[in-house]
């Protein structure tokens, strides 16, 4: 089972819908998860972080963690066409305090 | 406002042939990372360093080496590249366990 598991997509929205991204991981005592953006050809850049169980929300970007089914989600509200990129979820794994384990990234496609 | 810089940002080796990845951060973060990254692979970790002087594996270590030479910098070497080595490299950097800053990556291609 990999650690960090995401579905690679592509998942296509039109302009304005909200768009929501899925991440599961296999250990259950992680603590630090995360959501970057990555435009093709660049380098990943964060979004949100998220600690605790709730929801955080930053603008346009919501995350949200359920540590008990060991899952964190991204919803992006009012989408735009410049939101097109692939979404990567990390995560802190308890095996190593320092380590940080990416998903395989879920590319969205918003569509005028 | 470097932040992570990486160097080379492009590289062409022949089968057999040795290489550096250089990576320098100036924001006095204790951890620093090296990831490849391969079309809808995502960044899969090859070693990383939690403070200098440290060094662990990652998830594809083989094939690779690394050294912290200091708190800034971390190396990645290639001792004898091999066309499965072609790839995107990123270096990455942080302070606890909050968020990793990405150099510009590196890439590679192996013939």
């Known amino acids: 089972q990999k650690e960090v598991e995401q579905n690679s997509g592509p998942l296509s929205v039109p302009e304005g819908a909200i768009a929501s991204l899925n991440c599961t991981y296999s250990?259950?005592?992680?603590?630090?998860f995360f959501w970057y953006r990555q435009y093709s050809g660049k380098s990943p850049e964060l979004i949100m972080s998220i600690y605790s169980n709730g929801d955080k929300e930053d603008g346009r970007f919501t995350a949200q963690l359920n540590k008990a089914s060991q899952y964190v989600s991204l919803l992006i509200r009012d989408s735009q066409p410049s939101d097109s990129a692939t979404y990567l979820c990390?995560?802190?794994?308890?095996?190593?305090?320092?380590?940080?384990?990416f998903g395989a990234g879920t590319r969205l496609a918003v569509h005028p | 406002n470097a932040g992570v810089t990486q160097t080379p940002k492009f590289q062409v080796l022949k089968t057999g042939q040795s290489m550096t990845l250089q990576c320098a951060q100036d924001m006095n973060h204790n951890s620093m990372y090296w990831y490849r990254q391969d079309p809808g692979m995502g960044l899969r970790l090859i070693y990383y360093s939690a403070s200098e002087g440290t060094t662990d594996k990652g998830e594809v270590p083989n094939g690779y080496n690394v050294s912290r030479l200091n708190k800034r910098e971390f190396s990645l070497r290639l001792e004898s590249a091999a066309p499965s080595q072609t790839s995107v490299y990123f270096c990455?950097?942080?302070?606890?366990?909050?968020?990793?800053?990405f150099g510009q990556g590196t890439r590679l291609t192996v013939v």
């Open positions: 990455a950097s942080r302070q606890a366990a909050t968020e990793a800053f």
């Open positions: 250990d259950r005592v992680s603590q630090s």
């Open positions: 990390a995560v802190n794994p308890s095996s190593g305090y320092n380590k940080l384990i």
